[in-house]
DNA sequence: GTGGTCTAGACCACA
DNA sequence: GTGGTCTAGACCACC
């Protein structure tokens, strides 16, 4: 079965976020296991209809942060996990968005329940293998 | 004791950004009470030893979204509070939050359980108007 | 035909509010659709003979207010009508218009009626989407 | 009976505006009549708590406008009112009101019946001598 | 002194 | 090419 990849066309988000973040998650959910294949930079880029520098550039920063691994003439395939920043690195960087999360809660003064609920969902729905 | 915001050079937020949260938070908690004075433009832009268009910016931001009043030729002063922006809309702008909350989280690869935890210690530490 | 946006010299308004108001306008009367592109910040700047950080705050008003929405990179695009202010809020912004044609109005020693029928003409000609 | 004048701090309006409003309100409704005498500018500056050339600026637009007249070491008087501007100025300084208030309404998606409802209401309010 | 608008031009991220 | 941020500096209205 293939790892399939979506855009979502009007999302804030940039299309090679977008790639990251999903390719991330697989790695994450196990749905991509460690050594096997994602679609070529090319092929990708012909079904999104996309730019294959926007596919390179996410390539690239998955295989700079760990995810992926390229074997010349071959491909990119799912790299052995292994971490690039140190806890500390990450964690500043997590506690960046926490914090402007709290801002917004108190900038749109919401309940800070209600944003611990809302954040528990979006975790559940995006840790399991969706079926979808 | 003045009201101070300080900017942090090695953010990825930018520093209109860093201005329009440190305002927002001096507001809701109490910090700032209504009616009171901000630093005008200008002494900002001095302060922070940046260009007085960026502290412009921040402002007109906050005056719109409520935080602050402006009187020509007198300065900006705390708003009283109230609600300008629908349910939806206050959902809306804080699910992009939570969002990137949660792709950071896979990406950097931290288990969501911690990340609930540090959220719940900020929120306490920033609802109770604290003695720092 | 497209969109097309004219600046008077002579008037009150400031561009970045002349620019503001017909988008608005286009939106509102149909004649710019949801997904819609706008013409680029630079290409408007150049064919208004103005400064693009002029645009650049229209369009960031227009995003704020729920009217465009921005993809980094391709442009801004007319967003699917919702509402983003409280009644209230609404309220408050209308009536400043109000007050200002109240106060207007006595000042040059018009006549409310005429100032009442004026308007309702304006009305009748804004909402229905014209032939023009 | 002396006329009074107030001034709202909080008000988005300039002081030297409010003054201009008000002495304009007063002569429209009767409430000062021809060859009444105002308050002198340092007394006004003095009740308002406000720097005189505020004062001064205001009553210079009320001569301009034709509402004062200035009678040398004895004051201001509120004059026979004359016209100075022509009708077809008048009316296109108006129209610019008016359009701004049809823009507001489109902007924020308001019944007209509303706005329309909501100016009477404020004209029948200003032109009354109010009893305050 | 205050804020409001506009210009010119730079550098960066993204497609 | 696109938008986003920031700087430098101008001119105006208002106090």
Redesign the pocket.
């Known amino acids: 079965m293939a790892f399939t990849i979506r855009i979502v066309a009007g999302s804030t988000?940039?299309?090679?976020?977008?790639i990251v973040d999903q390719v991330t998650r697989g790695v994450a959910s196990g749905e991509l296991s460690v050594g096997e294949s994602v679609p070529s930079v090319r092929q990708l880029a012909r079904e999104l209809v996309?730019?294959p520098?926007?596919v390179a550039?996410?390539y690239a920063e998955l295989v700079d942060s760990g995810f992926l691994e390229t074997q010349a003439g071959k491909g990119f395939f799912v790299a052995k996990r292994r971490q690039v920043y140190t806890k500390a690195e990450r964690l500043r960087r997590i506690d960046e968005s926490i914090d402007q999360l709290v801002n917004q809660t108190l900038a749109l003064d919401i309940e800070p329940e209600e944003i611990v609920q809302r954040l528990l969902e979006r975790f559940e729905k995006n840790l399991k293998p969706a079926s979808e």
């Open positions: 988000a940039p299309i090679y976020r977008q996309i730019n520098n926007t550039k996410a």
